[in-house]
């Protein structure tokens, strides 16, 4: 990436040497609009890279005790109880495709929702999209929105040096440019410009669609299992609150690589609870802005969520009498 980043300053400033030849108003223009979006591609990629992944905290680890007697215990069954026991203290909602508590055999805790232990890190991660080779690091709660900015300025970086080269390859090839030294610079960065338009743009689309239905990568190829089963839209609230959830409330802050998501990776607002709230009569739009800092969707009371979870099967009728809502805000 960086030997591609070089090249790409190097040639553009070939580009903008003959521009200054001919008209210095223009090369102006290119120099300021240029650097102004090399700054913001550069920190995107660097806070996706360096922003480490958020892990549970220690309420999801299991206790000394209860892990030494699951540990211990042979019987499948029994271990369930024991995962059963401490979860209905914890905010999750989800479970295994076998409806079973989903633990992290190698981490040992109980997983939040959303959240995937990553072979290559070594450590479960909350709201985990994917691990990225190119930015050696993985893309979950804590960066998805600078990996989003990153794949956006690179577009933007694409477009700006495949428009700035075209006239000149045009002209290249038309005019008695053709035996300047820069013919060859010009014709590779226009195609390696073009090229990782192309791929980027496909990426970017992508990640784009599964922000509009609040899913992650993984979500997408293996829907979350919630108490009615899988729901590949269990999480989405619709377009915009699923946008506001990843780039926060603040429209100033969108374009740039601060941290302004919504949540704390932990708890998430699912349709499952807004369908709960329809039966009973709660409303659910109590919104308060986000300013750059962490905000929380809390859920409370937590032992009632995880009633309602990990309820049997003649408990799980939302509509036969169900007189406890849940009440999902964000607090600051």
């Not at 220690?58 to 995962?83: A, G, N, W």
Request: proline share 4%; charged share 20%.
């Amino acid at each position: 990436m960086w030997k591609i980043i070089r090249c790409g300053i190097l040639q553009i400033s070939r580009i903008f040497t003959i521009a200054a030849q001919e008209e210095e108003g223009k090369a102006a223009i290119y120099l300021v609009i240029f650097h102004l979006s090399f700054v913001l591609f550069m920190w995107s990629y660097w806070k996706t890279i360096f922003t480490p992944p958020v892990c549970p905290s220690k309420e999801f680890f299991l206790s000394q005790s209860d892990e030494e007697h699951y540990e211990k215990e042979e019987r499948p069954e029994v271990q369930q109880e024991i995962l059963k026991r401490v979860a209905k203290e914890l905010p999750v909602y989800t479970m295994t495709s076998t409806k079973l508590i989903r633990y992290c055999e190698k981490c040992q805790l109980i997983k939040p929702d959303r959240c995937h232990h990553c072979s290559v890190c070594n450590k479960c991660v909350l709201k985990m999209d994917h691990h990225c080779p190119w930015v050696n690091n993985c893309v979950g709660f804590s960066n998805y929105k600078y990996f989003l900015l990153f794949l956006f300025y690179s577009l933007v970086y694409c477009i700006l040096v495949t428009t700035t080269v075209l006239e000149y390859f045009i002209k290249f090839w038309t005019t008695n440019l053709r035996n300047t030294r820069a013919q060859f610079h010009v014709l590779f960065l226009f195609f390696v410009a073009t090229m990782f338009f192309i791929s980027i743009l496909s990426l970017f689309c992508y990640h784009l669609w599964l922000v509009g239905k609040n899913r992650t990568t993984i979500e997408a190829f293996r829907a979350p299992v919630f108490l009615n089963g899988p729901d590949k839209n269990g999480f989405s609230l619709g377009w915009s609150k699923n946008w506001r959830q990843v780039f926060g409330d603040e429209k100033k802050y969108w374009l740039f690589p601060i941290f302004t998501s919504l949540g704390d990776g932990v708890h998430f607002p699912t349709r499952l609870m807004m369908d709960k709230e329809h039966v009973t009569g709660t409303n659910h739009h109590e919104h308060t802005r986000s300013s750059g800092s962490t905000q929380n969707f809390s859920v409370g009371p937590l032992s009632e969520s995880k009633n309602f979870l990990l309820a049997t099967g003649s408990e799980q009728d939302v509509s036969s009498g169900m007189k406890n809502h849940v009440t999902v805000s964000i607090e600051s």
